[in-house]
């Protein structure tokens, strides 16, 4: 764990020194002569990134996305420039915590391509930035409706949004979540087959959870015209409604827009 007591270039001296030492023995002059790759392999660089992700309590700088261990979970640390003061770590202002998704947005185009520019780079992450700060403010508006009958309760959420806003979260991702968190809560009583992922969804026959009492299906998700679709029997036991309130209520970015929420009482759905 770097020590966040000590400035970066305080805590990074003692891997910088014998660093140089080791170039100028191989006639190197400086960080910047080794090569990026080799820096990338570097004592120095891996103590710059500890302390750098420590700093941002690695927290990833565009989505909040947090991670509790930073190699597995592909948590990255950003360079906004490559002056030989940042690479030696004199320069801690020019570094970034980012989660691997956001440090591809800054580092590559939406064809592919990669950004070579700094400036460009430095315009992307500062759009990231400001797009998220507003899903944050805003949230992620979803009309719900709920048509119930004797036998069943479906629950359809629309997203109705900013289009630019489905550039970080989907629906598809949010049922996900919704079915994930579902299943958990009540892990004992139910099981789901697996594997399991957001593509189940997208199928026609959607992705279900069963009793392991009854082998019975007591939730069915799926994703249809741009639509989330959850349904239960009304005799499960399980109310998937204030689940899913729970759930949106839980988290930062979605929120039910009220105005737009249906009841509906109907023959057999």
């Known amino acids: 764990m770097s020590d966040q007591s000590n400035s970066l270039s305080e ?15 191989e006639g190197l002059s400086s960080v910047e002569a080794m090569g990026y790759e080799r820096y990338l392999r570097s004592t120095l660089w891996k103590t710059i990134r500890g302390w750098v992700l ?5 927290t990833c700088q565009v989505c909040l996305h947090k991670s509790w261990n930073p190699t597995k979970d ?11 003061d940042t690479l030696e770590g004199k320069n801690s202002s020019a570094l970034i915590a980012l989660c691997r998704k956001c440090h591809e947005r800054v580092e590559y185009f939406p064809n592919g391509n990669k950004r070579t520019s700094l400036p460009e780079k430095d315009a992307e992450l500062e759009r990231l930035q400001e797009l998220h700060r507003a899903i ?20 359809i959420l629309d997203y109705v949004g900013p289009a630019e806003f489905l550039e970080f979260y989907s629906l598809g991702s949010l049922a996900t979540g919704v079915v994930l968190d579902f299943f958990v809560k009540f892990r004992e009583e139910l099981r789901l087959p697996l594997p ?3 593509h189940k969804l997208k199928q026609r026959s959607g992705a279900n959870v069963i009793s392991r009492k009854t082998n019975k299906k007591v939730l069915n998700a799926k994703l249809d015209e741009g639509r989330a679709i959850f349904s239960q029997p009304t005799d499960t036991g399980y109310d998937i409604y204030h689940h899913i309130m729970d759930y949106v209520s839980e988290n930062q970015s979605w929120k039910i827009d009220h105005g737009g929420a249906q009841q509906i009482s109907a023959g057999d759905i």
């Open 54 to 58: 420590e700093r941002d309590k690695k």
């Open 74 to 84: 592909g948590m990255d640390v950003h360079h906004r420039d490559y002056e030989l």
């Open 196 to 198: 399991f992922a957001r």
């Open 136 to 155: 944050v403010t805003e949230g992620m508006p979803l009309a719900m409706e709920i048509k119930t009958t004797s036998k069943r309760v479906r629950v």
């Open 11 to 25: 805590v990074v001296q003692p891997d910088l020194q014998k660093l140089k030492r080791r170039l100028a023995s």
